[in-house]
Structure formats: C-alpha cells, structure tokens
C-alpha cells in the first residue's frame, strides 16, 4: 500500500483491514454493538466485503438484497443474488432479507424507467431512488437503525469531484462518512469511504469471497466512471492523492465549512407510504407507481 | 466556440472578443477609464492581448515587464523581451516599465531560488514571491491603483481544481476575478478569467500579435500542466465543463460559502520596504535578499 507506506502478508492484511474498519466505525461513531445495523448487499466485493467484515467484528448485522430486475444479457440482477446465496452458505449465522421489486411492484428498474421516460434513456436515477426507498422501508419495518453501503473511497472522491465540478453545495453539505437519523429514516454509514477500491478487492479475495465481476450494465459510459478514470490518473501520478482529496475535505467540512449549506429541509410523511419527503403530497417514490393515498379528502 | 454555440467569422471574433472582455470588466467591477492600470506582461499570448484589448477599449493601461533572468537554453527571458519589443514597435502609444531583477538585486531568479534552496530544485514559489512583490512596488511607486494579469480560465480552473483537491479553504477564500486593494496594495483583477486559453490564442493569431511560444522552462512537469490536461480530458469529455467549474465556483462564493474563511489576516509595512506584510520583521522578499532595516534598535 503505497499511500501508507506499507507491505503486509497475508495473514496481516487481513487483520489490519479489520482493525481499520474497526477505526473508521470509532472514528466516525457510526454504530455500537448494541446497534442493529442493515447492510445493503449487491453481490459486489464492497458489500460483501463488508457484512464479512462486521460480522467478524461481532455486529448485529444482517444484510439486505434489492432485485432490481435487470438482465443486461447476462442476468445481472440473478447472477448477483446467486454471489449473495453463496456467501450465505458459509455463513450460516447471517440473516438476509430480500425485496423483489417486479414481484412487488409488477416492473422491474427499467421498465419503470422506460415508462417514466427519466434519465435520458437510463435507469440510474429510479434506481436510486427505488433503493434509497427500500432501505429505508425494510429498515423502518424491521427495526434497523443503521443503514450500512460498501461505497469505498474511489466512490466517495468520484461523487465529491462531481459534486465540486458543479459546485453543488447542497450535495457536499450531506457528503459524509455519517448521515444521522432522523424523522423515521436510519442512520446511513459508510464504513468503508477510507479504503481505496483495490484494498477491498484484495481483501474479498484473500478472504475468498466470490463476487460478482460485472459492473451493472447500465453504468458503462457513466460519468461516474469517467471521473474514476480522471482521479485514477490522479492517483499514479501521486499516490495518495485521492485520499488526501477525501480527508481534506472531510477536515474542511468538520471546521464548518459547510454548515449554513446543511441546514436541513423539512421533511414530512408521506400520505400513501408515511416516509419522509420534502415534497406536498405524495412522496417521489409513490408518484413513479402512481400510488394513491388510501382516503382522500376530495 | 462549442460551449457557446457560436460559430464568427475573423471580424466578427476579434469584435466579440474585445466587447466579451469589456462585459467581464463590467461584470465585476475591475476598473473604469479613470482607473491607471498596469498590465504586467510577460510576452506570452495572454498578457499581449490582453494589453492590446485594454488599449482599444481606451482604458489607461501601461506595462510591466519583469526580466527574471531565465534563460532555458534559449534564452527565455531575453526572447520574452523581443516579442515584447516587437508589440510596442506598433504601439508608440504604449509605455512599458522594465524591472531588470539580475540587475537591481545582483542575482538571477534560479541563483537566489538555488541559494535559498527553495521549492525543491524549482524556483517557481520564489519566482511568484519576487513578482509579486515587484509589481506591488511599481504600481505603489507609480501611482497605478489596478494591477492586471492575463490569467485566462484555463488558468483559473487548474488552480481551482489544485485548491479543491487539498481543500485549501483560505486559497478558494481568495480567488477570484478582483481582489480589492488594500493597505498600500493595488486592486488585481484578472480581465480574461471567462477566456478559454484557446480563445485568447486565437485572439492573439487573428491580430498578429507575435507572442513566445514556449512556456517557462521551468514548467516542465509541473502539477499546474498535469491540472491542466485533466481538465482537458474533462472538457472533451463534456464541453464547457471548465467554464461551469468556474462559474458554479463563483456563484458559490458570491452566495457566501468561504465568507468566513475570507476574514482577512492583519498586515503591517515592512521595515524594510514598506510593503505590507503579515509576518513580524522584514517581509519574505527582502528576507529573500537579506535586507536589514536601515536603523535598529539594538
């Protein structure tokens, strides 16, 4: 790890990638032992990953998979869950929860897309909203405070540099390793926004985690990717960079930077699913299924 | 010009060009026509344009030119003088103040940056020490209360994305098209700062201005050019990006976000050249040179 000035074997890659997501967790005071964390799980080296890692660690945490419904030629959507079924096999102790959304709500993500013609042409957006939605239900339901994503640090500088192009402020006032609770929606944490992309990777596959390989096949050509690519080149010209770029910001943030920019918006139930929104009326969520509150006043 | 869907003939450009400069002018209050300005040229093509445009919008606008000794093999800064030479043959209008730095301080810029062993074998920070400090001096002695530099957006942009990626909150405090004069330091304002480089350039072709080509010999593999050519991967990616970096950049700042930041530090004249200073004693340039108060109280 050129960054940290460090070569490890095996053995003690393992036992320091743990011991630093055990930090990061402290650091940041995401969860305790007492907390009953939601892990958001796609069949990817970062959210497997980091089940495994908090399981180890003695967290109460279960896992969450969304079927979006998408093939992309390949299956994606299944070929993700059958990763997750694996990894389950040998872990008989992890507790899963499932949420089929074309058998819930009779689309899969695109066709929802392709219906609510958002996104120029791609889902990400109502997928993204779809999930955020779904977490937060099975969350609420079942009784999870905390929210945990594998986004890793190549994911955390990709969405600060979009968010710094456009100098979206709004957007970097809620960039954080920590998003507290609030009016019914859990706490989210990202326990892994201090490792870079390839440590995880190397940690799944010393710990022999199957993952799935494939990128979703939307995100080819996203700029997401593009920015990967620019910070990628960032990095080999000086190593460390995108890590400085993250904590940098992240000192910038705690001295207050942005602290009118986060003053929150108000957020109220919604009247058909009763999570929060900041919009009047029904929530975006229910607006895409055109659902309607169960008594109306008209 | 992709950004601004705008295809002009060579009239129509050298007219857009010049109106565009007076409108960003306007746009931030740089200076009027009773304002004395000085331009400080250094023969490239932003500097000579930008002089040339000041001149046929009327404005009070003499030179400055700072030989730094720089030769390079080529003899950068005596070729840097010609092109100079060669715009002031077709402009007797114009005066031209020349600062001979080997002259009036007995050392080149790379001999007092190799003495100081500044900048790591580079003498860039010495060399934007020693200029700045000069061009306060000239303008302070002078009587010229508006300093220009040719930074184009191309410019701008890549210091941007350097302050970004450290978070340098103090810098982004700082930056921008006018910095206010104060205690005893002339306004700067930066008239090409919406300019793409290759806008100038083409400026500089269609009026025949003869301007040195090549860069500093000490910009060779510097952090600048490397900002630089992401930026250019990022522009070609998605055109006008740079100039919406910049301009979400500004708009940021004017809604308030560094306004604590920008709480200005204390300065006080050196006792040694009266220039303000923030540290106690002599100020870095005459620390550079080993100037000592004329009297002393020991």
Same mark, same amino acid.
């Given at each position: 790890?050129?960054?940290?000035?460090?070569?490890?074997?095996?053995?003690?890659?393992?036992?320091?990638?743990?011991?630093?997501?055990?930090?990061?967790?402290?650091?940041?005071?995401?969860?305790?032992?007492?907390?009953?964390?939601?892990?958001?799980?796609?069949?990817?080296?970062?959210?497997?990953?980091?089940?495994?890692?908090?399981?180890?660690?003695?967290?109460?945490?279960?896992?969450?998979?969304?079927?979006?419904? *998408?093939?992309?030629?390949?299956? %994606?959507?299944?070929? =993700?869950?059958?990763?997750?079924?694996?990894? #389950?096999?040998? @872990?008989? &102790?992890?507790?899963?929860?499932?949420?089929?959304?074309?058998?819930?709500?009779?689309?899969?993500?695109?066709?929802?897309?392709?219906?609510?013609?958002?996104?120029?042409?791609?889902?990400?957006?109502?997928?993204?909203?779809?999930?955020?939605?779904?977490?937060?239900?099975?969350?609420?339901?079942?009784?999870?405070?905390?929210?945990?994503?594998?986004?890793?640090?190549?994911?955390?500088?990709?969405?600060?540099?979009?968010?710094?192009?456009?100098?979206?402020?709004?957007?970097?006032?809620?960039?954080?390793?920590?998003?507290?609770?609030?009016?019914?929606?859990?706490?989210?944490?990202?326990?892994?926004?201090?490792?870079?992309?390839?440590?995880?990777?190397?940690?799944?596959?010393?710990?022999?985690?199957?993952? *799935?390989?494939?990128?979703?096949? %939307?995100?080819?050509? =996203?700029?997401?990717?593009?920015?990967?690519? #620019?910070?990628? @080149?960032? &990095?080999?010209?000086?190593?460390?960079?995108?890590?400085?770029?993250?904590?940098?910001?992240?000192?910038?943030?705690?001295?207050?930077?942005?602290?009118?920019?986060?003053?929150?918006?108000?957020?109220?139930?919604?009247?058909?699913?009763?999570?929060?929104?900041?919009?009047?009326?029904?929530?975006?969520?229910?607006?895409?299924?055109?659902?309607?509150?169960?008594?109306?006043?008209?």
């Amino acid at each position: 790890m050129r960054h940290h000035k460090l070569a490890l074997c095996e053995d003690h890659y393992l036992e320091w990638f743990v011991a630093q997501t055990e930090r990061t967790i402290r650091k940041y005071r995401m969860f305790r032992r007492d907390d009953r964390v939601l892990v958001a799980v796609s069949g990817g080296k970062d959210s497997l990953s980091l089940w495994d890692v908090l399981l180890r660690l003695g967290y109460q945490a279960d896992g969450l998979y969304i079927n979006l419904g *998408i093939d992309g030629g390949f299956g %994606y959507s299944r070929l =993700s869950l059958e990763k997750i079924e694996a990894f #389950l096999a040998d @872990r008989p &102790e992890a507790k899963l929860h499932v949420v089929d959304v074309p058998t819930l709500y009779g689309e899969t993500i695109p066709q929802v897309a392709r219906r609510k013609l958002r996104g120029r042409g791609k889902p990400c957006s109502v997928c993204g909203l779809i999930k955020r939605h779904e977490m937060n239900r099975i969350a609420w339901e079942h009784g999870y405070n905390v929210l945990a994503t594998g986004h890793n640090l190549d994911d955390e500088v990709a969405v600060l540099l979009s968010n710094v192009l456009h100098w979206q402020v709004g957007y970097l006032a809620r960039q954080a390793p920590v998003l507290e609770e609030r009016e019914g929606l859990a706490r989210k944490v990202k326990p892994f926004c201090r490792f870079y992309e390839r440590e995880v990777a190397a940690y799944a596959l010393l710990r022999g985690i199957d993952y *799935i390989y494939e990128e979703c096949p %939307y995100a080819e050509g =996203s700029t997401t990717i593009f920015y990967k690519d #620019l910070l990628s @080149r960032l &990095e080999a010209q000086s190593p460390g960079s995108k890590l400085q770029f993250y904590l940098s910001f992240l000192r910038a943030r705690k001295d207050g930077l942005f602290k009118e920019q986060a003053e929150q918006v108000e957020l109220h139930p919604c009247p058909v699913c009763s999570q929060p929104t900041s919009v009047p009326g029904p929530c975006a969520f229910c607006r895409l299924w055109n659902h309607q509150p169960a008594t109306s006043n008209r």
